[in-house]
């Protein structure tokens, strides 16, 4: 038996060593890359789970303390909140209108060609109320009062006129916004 072979038998761990080394040389960095990727690829794809829109369940809602809820109508566009209630002759005892805004900014509302009184919540952009208007009347122009805020507002929610005394509701209250689509 040669040294070399002895040396093999009496020390196998130089031998597993030797195969261990030429193995990391062959494929080392293949292995790095592939590991990087994949971890890269469980981020992405974790983070695009939590950032996808949820899946909305019911009718968008505005849910003030004491669980009170409205079923929402959603003005948007400009359009939509030019008119307003304006084109109800009666408001449901269980719905409310809520306007969202581009941005927080004073908003001012005012209540032309409407048909009955209402309540008015000015709410900033984490739904918490900064301003309320309690029995704002209709009226016809020129004639017409404009209801403005001293916060600045994203949301406005219109509730049936007595909403907020009946209610007990106030200035700092959280609304809390649901399945209100993006």
């Known amino acids: 038996m040669n040294p070399e072979e002895l040396k093999r038998q009496m020390h196998p761990e130089i031998e597993e060593e030797k195969r261990r080394k030429e193995f990391n040389r062959k494929y080392g960095a293949a292995i790095k890359v592939g590991v990087t990727t994949l971890i890269i690829i469980i981020i992405i794809a974790v983070f695009s789970i939590i950032q996808a829109p949820k899946k909305l369940e019911g009718p968008p809602q505005a849910c003030f303390k004491h669980d009170v809820c409205f079923n929402l109508t959603i003005a948007r ?26 941005k927080a900014e004073v908003q001012r509302m005012w209540m032309k060609d409407m ?24 009226c016809i122009p020129p004639n017409c009062l404009i209801y403005e805020p001293t916060a600045m507002a994203k949301y406005v929610i219109e509730t049936r006129e007595g909403f907020a005394a009946e209610n007990i509701q106030y200035i700092g209250d959280s609304v809390e916004l649901r399945n209100i689509p993006k």
């Open 115 to 138: 048909q009955f009184p209402i309540d008015i919540f000015w709410l900033d952009s984490r739904a918490k109320v900064v301003y309320i208007e309690k029995s704002a009347q209709p």
């Open 77 to 102: 566009t400009m359009q939509e909140q030019e008119i307003g209630l304006s084109n109800y002759t009666s408001f449901p005892y269980d719905s409310a209108m809520l306007f969202i805004f581009e």
